[in-house]
């Protein structure tokens, strides 16, 4: 075992213990607290919004925003591979 | 890529179809089911790979050009970006057609209900938009991918 | 400590994900232990928005009871594409990595003699 080996051990160890630690008192798994948003928009998104699914009602009109810069995203990923396989496509 | 055998091509052929018409249901049924523009997106482009992977990419590209999928995937990003500027009188993203009558414009009855296509304002137009884009950007994706690893394979400038 | 195993499971998966970033050589096995970190966070996500015994938000043909949240949904259907995007181009780098240095081991090439 070499000496990058024992540091990425040690580094991986420390993490996973925290880590783990966080998850152990995390609260109880299917009882949410603080959800006040959730409900709002729960009971309003068919009086507000007229769609029957609360969660594309959130994605495209409660928090338009960040559907907007993932499609900006997307686009810059899809211009960024073109752009790296430009030379073997067009020649 | 190169072709795959005939019993791939017929296969694939066949399932094609299907393929499109539960990818743009999931598209249009949005607002109504699981899924949406991005989800019914997917699975339209893994339709579209699947007869990509079947003929070899340099067939699909006689079909499908490179060009084409660009100019779908920006009308799908300015009709999103313009549907969200249409809101503008009360705020950006404002939802202008919901709750107005005409055009998606109903009001569903509050609580569970069946369900009707012609509600929930502009978030059909959105769905409709995002799926074209994510349908035009995977493709695309894909096709240049699928192009590239033709090329690696007759040598081309491996110079190391 | 019984109620938290679906926590549990999200710090394996990235413990998994992290120990395939830093032991593996191949570049294609870092990037798959990318990938696994990225649906370890989006299980975290989901996770945290469920309500034991309620239903999906969704109200057509909707049995009565309680919803789960549906914001965590949202913003990890957001995450679940940004990944495919980042996927894309780190296999695109691979390949013109691949192309430059004829090996796909992070710890030879030609750069690194």
């Known amino acids: 075992m070499s000496k990058r080996d024992l540091v990425g051990v040690i580094s991986l160890l420390i993490l996973v213990g925290f880590l783990g630690l966080g998850a152990a008192s995390m609260r109880e798994f299917g009882v949410v607290d603080r959800a006040y948003m959730d409900d709002y928009i729960i009971s309003h998104s068919q009086d ?44 | ?49 699947m007869v990509l992977v079947a003929y070899g990419s340099e067939r699909f590209a006689s079909w499908v050009k490179e060009k084409h999928l660009s100019v779908l995937e920006s009308i799908g990003a300015l009709g999103f970006i313009s549907l969200a500027f249409l809101g503008l009188s009360t705020a950006f993203f404002y939802n202008f057609l919901a709750g107005k009558g005409g055009l998606f414009g109903d009001i569903p009855p509050e609580g569970s209900n069946p369900g009707a296509l012609n509600t929930a ?11 074209l884009k994510v349908i035009a950007g995977l493709a695309s994706i894909v096709l240049v991918m699928g192009l590239a690893s033709h090329y690696f394979k007759q040598g081309g400038e491996n110079d190391t | ?85 980042v996927l894309a181009l780190m296999l695109s780098l691979a390949v013109q990595i691949y192309k430059k240095q004829g090996t796909l081991d992070t710890r030879k090439g030609v750069l690194k003699k």
Do not use: C
């Open chain 3, 1 to 85: 400590m019984i109620h938290n195993i679906p926590y549990l499971a999200v710090v394996a998966l990235v413990a998994i994900g992290f120990w395939a970033m830093i032991f593996r050589k191949n570049l294609i096995k870092v990037i798959i232990g990318i990938a696994i970190i990225e649906s370890g966070v989006n299980f975290f996500l989901v996770a945290l928005g469920y309500r034991s015994g309620a239903y999906a938000p969704i109200y057509t043909h909707a049995p009565s009871g309680q919803m789960v949240l549906p914001v965590p949904q949202a913003l990890t259907l957001t995450s679940i594409v940004i990944g495919v995007a």
């Open chain 2, 1 to 49: 890529m190169s072709e795959m055998s005939k019993i791939v091509r017929s296969i694939s052929n066949l399932l094609l179809p299907f393929i499109l018409i539960y990818g743009f249901y999931i598209i249009l049924h949005g607002h109504l089911t699981p899924g949406g523009g991005f989800q019914g997106g997917a699975v339209v482009a893994s339709g579209l790979v």
């Open chain 1, 48 to 91: 507000e919004v007229g769609a029957n699914n609360a969660v594309t009602s959130v994605v495209f009109d409660y928090r338009g925003f960040d559907t907007l810069g993932e499609a900006t995203i997307l686009f810059a990923a899809v211009v960024g591979v073109i752009v790296i396989f430009r030379r073997e496509v067009h020649e």
């Open chain 2, 121 to 131: 304002g502009t978030l059909p137009l959105m769905n409709l938009a995002v799926g």
